[in-house]
């Protein structure tokens, strides 16, 4: 890119933030310079919550950025029990990047084997490219385009190689799945999660990106001494921009970094290619708010000719001050549709894109259509708005409340350490998988306990993996709606669903919960309910938060203690 602008005018508002979360701010920008340092050094200087750092840069996946500028600044200020928690989640980072390279490159290895064209994306990928340490950001999956016509094949091929879908459907099903919404998402025992993409950013982009357009500006990287291609600087950018502005309804602070770093140390970006391209693809204003937001609030030099686009629309910038103002809420946001609905048609800047974002809306199915009714693909269209029109009037509702994801066994064993659970507890576990959690709960305390979950796969592996463990008169397994379980014989419910899931829950676990029971769940929270104690646990180069309520009869559960290391 070219002489960086200097413009000042036109700034979005950094928010009104405590010292915690302006040190995260500080850790997290490209360059460091004298004055950031200083920053870092008297913040650190001063009394501090470190819990609270530890939270929220989890949340904002800065984990390994905070630990990396803490060290090459000011470690002697850093307790020395919060520097070596932040020391042993970096080191587990770098080597679930490596672990993660390695898989890559081994499936990459087999799609060329049986000729499927792979171009992957993000994960180590984006980590080694832009950040050049690889324990320096979290990744949690892994990202190919393939073309649509062998997306199906692709997934048989992961199948085979011990990967599981995160919904089993039907082959009819799964097929209209692929063509409407154009990703799936398949993982793995060890915790590697794949998404197979047929465009990108699905919906992002008009016309849509698909890989045949990507392959004539892609880039070569080197990963652990292979050249692997990947998406060009360019349409990485636009991919991370479009991808913030989606999420800015409950935004992270993780992808504004990578478009600081981008900007800053990444691959040089063509100023004018990035223009010509936002133009084609509608990306201009999502562009301009996620350059905005990394110039602001990381301090990211940027280009003169893009910095005097971003004071030219100010809807951008009202969207970048939507987007910071919301950054640093202590609570998960559960974004209602219309919400995401308004947001997305505001982050378009022509008025064909809004319409396609309506008409995609209004026609084109969901998970939750696959999962009331099997149809032919086209007819899909039509089911739809029939369902949306059912589900209004309360005849139809929905079921699935969270994809499978499981759990590694140190943070399941960490949620029961929690909840305190032993023999005289029945542990209900919501959405419960392959059944590990309550299978632990019986192998190593002696609990009883019922796994719920929808899916007919899940309990049948589920039940087959208590009678592997020997537990099978401890437990069992039902295919049931969690919101239709009763609760009133469980003194423990385990979660792991979503925001959306833990919110609708509430109402349930406060009416059929006796007092004392417990409430453990991983990741989200409950809303305003303070949860008793939160617990942060490294595992997989990720940190997992654990939420714990006891039911105390009231409207919800004590307060205790916000967290602890």
């Known amino acids: 890119m070219n002489t960086p602008s200097s413009t000042a005018g036109g700034k979005v508002q950094v928010p009104a933030t405590s010292p915690e979360h302006q040190l995260l701010l500080q850790c997290s920008k490209a360059r460091i310079d004298a004055q950031s340092a200083e920053a870092i050094g008297t913040l650190c200087g001063a009394p501090l919550d470190w819990d609270q750092i530890f939270i929220a840069a989890s949340r904002h996946g800065v984990l390994g950025l905070l630990y990396h500028r803490l060290h090459e600044t000011c470690p002697e200020l850093v307790p020395g029990q919060a520097f070596d928690f932040l020391r042993d989640c970096s080191q587990k980072t770098a080597e679930r990047n490596r672990y993660l390279s390695e898989e890559l490159r081994r499936i990459l290895k087999q799609f060329r084997a049986e000729q499927i064209s792979a171009l992957p994306f993000d994960g180590p990928l984006l980590v080694a490219t832009v950040y050049g340490d690889a324990s320096l950001r979290e990744s949690k999956s892994l990202s190919f385009f393939?073309?649509?016509?062998?997306?199906?094949?692709?997934?048989?091929?992961?199948?085979?190689?011990?990967?599981?879908?995160?919904?089993?459907?039907?082959?009819?099903?799964?097929?209209?799945?692929?063509?409407?919404?154009?990703?799936?998402?398949?993982?793995?025992?060890?915790?590697v999660h794949v998404w197979l993409y047929s465009?990108?950013?699905?919906?992002?982009?008009?016309?849509?990106?698909?890989?045949?357009?990507?392959?004539?500006?892609?880039?070569?990287?080197?990963i652990a001494g292979e050249n692997i291609?990947?998406?060009?600087?360019?349409?990485?950018?636009?991919?991370?921009?479009?991808?913030a502005a989606e999420s800015m309804l409950s935004p992270r602070l993780l992808p504004i970094v990578d478009i600081a770093w981008l900007s800053e140390r990444g691959t040089a970006l063509d100023s004018r290619r990035l223009l010509q391209r936002s133009d084609f693809l509608g990306m201009r204003r999502r562009l301009a708010m996620g350059?905005?937001?990394?110039?602001?609030?990381?301090?990211?030099?940027?280009?003169?000719?893009?910095?005097?686009?971003?004071?030219?629309?100010?809807?951008?910038?009202?969207?970048?001050?939507?987007?910071?103002?919301?950054?640093?809420?202590?609570?998960?946001?559960?974004?209602?549709?219309?919400?995401?609905?308004?947001?997305?048609?505001?982050?378009?800047?022509?008025?064909?894109?809004?319409?396609?974002?309506?008409?995609r809306f209004a026609i084109n199915p969901t998970r939750e259509?696959?999962?009331?009714?099997?149809?032919?693909?086209?007819?899909?269209?039509?089911?739809?708005?029939?369902?949306?029109?059912?589900?209004?009037?309360?005849?139809?509702?929905?079921?699935?409340?969270?994809?499978?994801m499981p759990t590694p066994v140190e943070v399941a064993e960490e949620m029961?350490?929690?909840?305190?659970?032993g023999p005289g507890d029945t542990i209900y576990d919501l959405g419960c998988g392959d059944g590990r959690i309550v299978i632990l709960a019986a192998r190593q305390r002696g609990a009883r306990g019922v796994g719920v979950d929808l899916d007919p796969d899940r309990v049948e592996e589920a039940n087959a993996n208590a009678r592997k463990a020997g537990v099978e008169h401890l437990v069992k397994f039902v295919r049931q709606d969690v919101m239709e379980v009763d609760l009133?014989?469980?003194?423990?419910?385990?979660?792991?669903?979503?925001?959306q899931a833990n919110l609708m829950l509430r109402p349930k676990l406060q009416r059929q919960l006796p007092v004392n029971a417990r409430v453990v769940s991983r990741s989200h929270d409950m809303g305003n309910w303070p949860p008793n104690?939160?617990?942060?646990?490294?595992?997989?180069?990720?940190?997992?938060?654990?939420?714990?309520?006891?039911?105390?009869?009231?409207?919800?559960?004590?307060?205790?203690?916000?967290?602890?290391q």
């Open 488 to 499: 009133s014989s469980a003194s423990v419910v385990s979660l792991f669903l979503s925001p």
């Open 533 to 564: 104690r939160t617990k942060l646990v490294a595992c997989d180069g990720a940190l997992s938060r654990i939420h714990l309520w006891r039911m105390d009869g009231a409207t919800q559960g004590k307060a205790g203690p916000a967290s602890e």
């Open 229 to 243: 291609e990947s998406l060009s600087a360019e349409d990485l950018l636009l991919h991370i921009c479009a991808e």
């Open 369 to 404: 259509d696959w999962s009331l009714i099997a149809l032919p693909a086209p007819l899909y269209f039509l089911w739809k708005p029939l369902r949306i029109l059912a589900s209004r009037a309360g005849l139809v509702s929905s079921k699935h409340l969270a994809v499978f």
């Open 146 to 191: 393939v073309p649509a016509n062998q997306g199906m094949k692709a997934k048989e091929l992961l199948l085979a190689q011990g990967y599981r879908r995160e919904y089993t459907w039907d082959q009819r099903r799964e097929t209209a799945e692929w063509m409407f919404l154009r990703m799936m998402g398949l993982d793995r025992e060890d915790g």
């Open 416 to 421: 029961l350490n929690i909840a305190e659970v």
């Open 291 to 359: 350059f905005l937001l990394a110039r602001d609030l990381l301090g990211a030099r940027v280009a003169e000719e893009l910095g005097a686009h971003f004071l030219s629309d100010p809807e951008a910038k009202q969207l970048a001050a939507s987007f910071s103002a919301s950054l640093f809420s202590d609570q998960d946001i559960v974004p209602g549709t219309r919400a995401r609905l308004f947001t997305r048609m505001r982050s378009r800047e022509r008025m064909r894109d809004k319409a396609t974002v309506l008409a």
């Open 199 to 222: 465009e990108l950013n699905p919906g992002g982009f008009n016309p849509a990106l698909r890989l045949r357009s990507l392959r004539p500006a892609v880039a070569s990287f080197s």
